[in-house]
């Protein structure tokens, strides 16, 4: 069964680091472009960064020069690296698969949570 986990999340105080953790089990990821969304409570979800199968990283604005999305092909597993947190960083964060030509999976992962305190 194809599958994401993620792990990583916390609580830490602003400007702490993460690094989250999604590894896929079940299929081999490194076809797919590979995402990190994030959903804070009473809010919508918004995609937070991806990266494509030949290392091709993204960001949104609000996380750029903070978070850094990277892949292991060799552990299936992609990782989101974030510095300098923000209280306003706080929320379940989310790994998906990005359907295309060679990536067949439309997958999400049950989501990890990270709490940035002031």
């Known amino acids: 069964q194809a599958q994401l986990v993620e792990s990583g999340g916390g609580s830490v105080q602003a400007g702490g680091s993460l690094r989250l953790s999604c590894t896929a089990s079940?299929?081999?990821?490194?076809?797919?472009?590979m995402a990190w969304h994030r959903q804070p409570v009473g809010a919508q979800r918004e995609w937070v960064a991806s990266?494509?199968?030949?290392?091709?990283?993204n960001h949104r604005d609000s996380v750029k020069g903070r978070f850094t999305i990277s892949r292991d092909k060799d552990s299936n597993t992609v990782y989101l690296q974030m510095n300098n947190l923000k209280p306003e960083d706080t929320a379940m964060y989310s790994c998906?698969?990005?359907?295309?030509?060679?990536?067949?999976?439309?997958?999400w992962g049950q989501g990890t949570q990270v709490t940035v305190s002031s």
């Open positions: 990266i494509s199968p030949s290392d091709f990283a």
């Open positions: 998906k698969t990005v359907p295309g030509f060679r990536c067949p999976h439309d997958i």
């Open positions: 079940g299929f081999t990821s490194e076809t797919c472009t």
